[in-house]
Structure formats: structure tokens, C-alpha cells
């Protein structure tokens, strides 16, 4: 009963156009108010132990860090080490979009930055190129979508908060299925520019491909940065984060000298924008899930699975159509944290991998990305090709179902998210 009262008042409030970190708060106070007697002392105590994690600090760190590359030239170095080495193939310049996406998300680890730092450069080439405009807008906004689960991953850090898991498990856990992905996509990318026969480039010399290494190697670095380090045990996923805002610092300003001194201000602001966006959503979802769990409502749930005898394929597909529904309405911050406190606590009783668990929930966050009408991929692909959304819709759709098929092997297939982990010692 209490479980259906806390969700008519969160729908009540965001049916009204009420941004969801607000409802959420909102929801606690009226529920806490008018159907509980839990002391506010309680409520303030939980409010500050939530969110004063370690973890939650490499989160404006990363975002810093993708910042800077993004206005820092790297991405466009990125895109040239791509195409040199696949431009030759059929539908070349998507296929270096796609790898330069792959490229771009080991260093920035957001979604809507991959996007924007790749998409800008990409998609005039693309046009100019001989590319229809739809085709060059479907491979962008789906590949794109790496960006939260190729590590490091903003939303990967939120899972790690909301449930407790070691964040460096996640990231090497997300290595593999990120490059599966990757190949999907691609592969995609390469069969519809055989079918239609789209543009393909010169195939490049060994001494272009070297020099457009050379001349990227600065922001791939970042990469071995990154994972070298925690994989090392050098620093913790927190201070690699904090390691690759500084690195991202020096390379856009002093290495590349894309980025003036009189920029890092503006760069600055814009990031410690977006992080206190996030932290204050994470702040509300903390209430949130003491709420539910007060309430005893992933409990509940999980006793009525297990004595209904709804076993790990049910339970499994279950979350995957619940999530690719939140994602209609939601962004995937929100998604996460919300829907992670309720759903683990059942995979956990059902024997599920935590750091498994994580890696489904991460793609279907891709995956509501890039589908209408919140995905917030499609928005700022818009804002980048001047297509509509339901244009953008029909353009995405050989990519959109591409990535479906993958989430279920990503789902029934728990080997290719926990062997990289496994084979490292990190589980």
C-alpha cells in the first residue's frame, strides 16, 4: 500500500513537468509528512551519510575532465586516427565515427559529450563527404551512447554509490561488453553503407596513420592513465578521476594549445554546473531510497518474486523492460538511482553478480539514450544536425534494434561482463 502511495505521488509530480530530482525530494517530504512518523533527525542524519561517499567525488572530476577535452581539440585528433585507419571501408567516415566515439568515451565518460565533441566535427564531414544526413545522425546518437559504459563512466559511479559496489570491478567489467558494442555498431554502420554504397575514403599510408597517431597520442594516453592506474592499484577510481582532470588540464592548454588560460574559467563554470545538477539529484534519490527501504518495499518485492517462483530469466527481463520504459521519461542519473536501491537488493536474494547487475543496467541506460521521447541523445544530436526528433527517430531504428539484440546477450551472458574482472583479480 505504502509502495503505491510513494510512486502516485512521485508520478503526480512529474506528470506536471516537474524536473525529476525535485519530485523525488518532493515525494520523500509529503510521504515522510502525512504517512510516516520517521523523526526528520533521522531523515537529516541519512541525508548527509548518503552522500558523503568518497566515490561520489570522481563524478565533477570526470565531468571536468570531459570538459576540457571536449573544447580541447582532442576529439577532433581522435576522429582523424579513425579514419585513417578505417575510412578505407565501406561507409569510412561512419566508421571512424564510430571508433573515434569508442575513443573519445575512454576519456570523457558522459554520453551527451561524446555526442557533442565527435557529432560537431563528424557530421558536416559526413555531408560534404556524400552522406545522407540521417545515416551520419543514426551513427553518432548511437555511438554516442559508449560513453557511459566504456569506463570511466559517470553513470557507473552512481551505480557503485546507490549499491555499494567496488567502482573499479564496474570499469573493467564494462571494457569488454563496451567494445562488443562498438563492433555492433559498427558493424551496422558498415553493412548499410555496403547496401546503399555510400562514400568511402583513400585508403591512408602507414606514414599518415603514424603521424595521425602521433598527433592523437596525447588524449589516448589519458586512456592507460586511467586504467593503467587503478588496474595498478597506483590510485583509486576517485583519484584517477581527479588525475584525469589534471592531465585533461595540461593537455588542452600547455600540449595541444587548443584551449587559451582565459577559457579555463568558462570550462570551470560550466562543469561545476552540471556536477551540482547531479549531486543534487543523487541527494534527493538518497532520501529516496531510505524511503523505500524503510518502507521495506525491495524486501517485499523480492519475497513476492521468490514465493511466486519468478526465477533469474524472468526477474531479468522483468528489469530490462522496466528500465527500457523509465528511459521514455527519465535520464539515466535519475534512472539509476531510483530504480538501482529497489531492483539489487532482488538480484541480490536471486544470486545475480552485482558488477553483472551493473553492466545491464548501464545498457539499458544506453539504450533509453537513444529512443524518444527523452532520450537525451536524440536532443542534442538535434541541436547539432537540425533534424527533428521523430526524423531522428527513423534514423537511429537499424542501430536502435541492433542494440536490443545485444542488451540480451548482454542480460543471459554474464561471462562477457565478469571475464575481463575475473582475469585481473578484481572480483
Known amino acids: ?15 506536471t513537468g516537474m524536473p525529476v530530482s525535485i519530485s523525488l525530494g ?31 567525488m570522481a563524478i565533477p572530476f570526470f565531468i571536468l575532465a570531459g570538459n576540457f577535452l571536449t573544447h580541447g581539440g582532442v576529439a577532433r585528433r581522435m576522429i582523424n586516427f ?32 561524446t555526442v557533442v565533441a565527435i557529432g560537431s566535427i563528424l557530421l558536416p564531414a559526413m555531408v560534404k563527404a556524400g552522406f545522407p544526413n540521417r545515416f551520419g545522425a543514426g551513427v553518432i546518437t548511437t555511438s554516442g551512447a559508449l560513453g ?19 567502482v573499479g570491478a564496474l570499469f573493467m567489467a564494462g571494457v569488454v561488453p563496451g567494445l562488443a558494442l562498438a563492433a555492433v555498431l559498427g558493424g551496422v554502420t558498415w553493412w548499410r553503407a555496403r547496401k546503399y554504397d555510400y562514400p568511402r575514403l583513400p585508403k591512408a599510408s602507414w606514414a599518415e596513420r603514424w603521424r595521425a597517431f602521433r598527433e592523437s597520442a596525447w588524449g589516448l594516453f589519458l586512456i592507460i592513465v586511467v586504467m593503467g592506474g587503478i588496474y595498478a592499484g597506483i590510485f583509486t577510481p576517485t583519484e584517477a578521476a581527479a ?12 600540449i595541444y594549445k587548443d584551449m ?23 541527494t534527493n534519490a538518497v532520501l529516496f531510497s531510505f524511503i523505500m527501504t524503510n518502507e521495506n518495499i525491495p524486501q517485499a518485492l523480492a519475497d513476492w518474486m521468490l514465493g511466486n517462483g519468478l526465477g533469474v530469466v524472468t526477474f531479468l527481463l522483468a528489469v530490462n523492460v522496466i ?8 535520464e539515466p542519473s535519475s534512472i539509476m538511482l531510483i530504480f538501482a536501491p529497489i531492483l539489487f537488493p532482488v538480484a541480490m536474494k536471486l544470486g545475480i553478480d552485482p558488477i553483472h547487475f551493473g553492466i545491464i543496467m548501464v545498457v539499458n541506460m544506453e539504450i533509453g539514450m537513444c529512443h524518444p521521447p527523452v532520450g537525451l541523445n536524440l536532443y542534442v544530436a538535434s541541436g547539432i544536425t537540425k533534424m527533428g526528433i521523430t526524423e531522428l527517430t ?13 542488451l540480451v546477450v548482454v542480460t543471459y551472458w554474464p561471462a562477457l561482463s565478469l571475464w575481463f574482472p575475473r582475469m585481473l583479480g578484481m572480483m
Open 82 to 113: 579513425a579514419t585513417a585507419m578505417v575510412g578505407h571501408w565501406h561507409g569510412g567516415l561512419g566508421l571512424g565515427g564510430v571508433v573515434a566515439c569508442a575513443l573519445f568515451a575512454a576519456v570523457s565518460g558522459s554520453s551527451p559529450a
Open 1 to 15: 500500500m505504502n509502495a503505491a502511495i510513494i510512486f502516485l505521488i512521485l508520478a503526480a509530480l512529474m506528470l
Open 323 to 330: 528500465l527500457l520504459l523509465a528511459g521514455n521519461f527519465m
Open 260 to 282: 587559451r588560460l582565459k577559457d579555463v574559467p568558462r570550462v570551470l563554470l560550466s562543469s561545476a554546473n552540471m556536477s551540482a545538477m547531479l549531486l543534487y539529484i543523487i
Open 243 to 254: 588525475m584525469s582532470a589534471v592531465y585533461a588540464f595540461i593537455v588542452a592548454v600547455f
Open 148 to 166: 557511459i559504459l566504456i569506463p570511466p563512466s559517470i553513470v557507473m559511479v552512481m551505480y557503485a554509490v546507490a549499491t555499494n559496489t567496488s
Open 26 to 56: 518532493l515525494t520523500v517530504l509529503t510521504f515522510l509528512f502525512g504517512f510516516t512518523d520517521v523523526p526528520l533527525e533521522s531523515v537529516a542524519l541519512k541525508l548527509f551519510t548518503g552522500i558523503e561517499k568518497f566515490e561520489i
Open 394 to 406: 527513423v534514423a537511429v531504428w537499424p542501430w536502435l534494434l541492433a542494440m536490443l539484440g545485444f
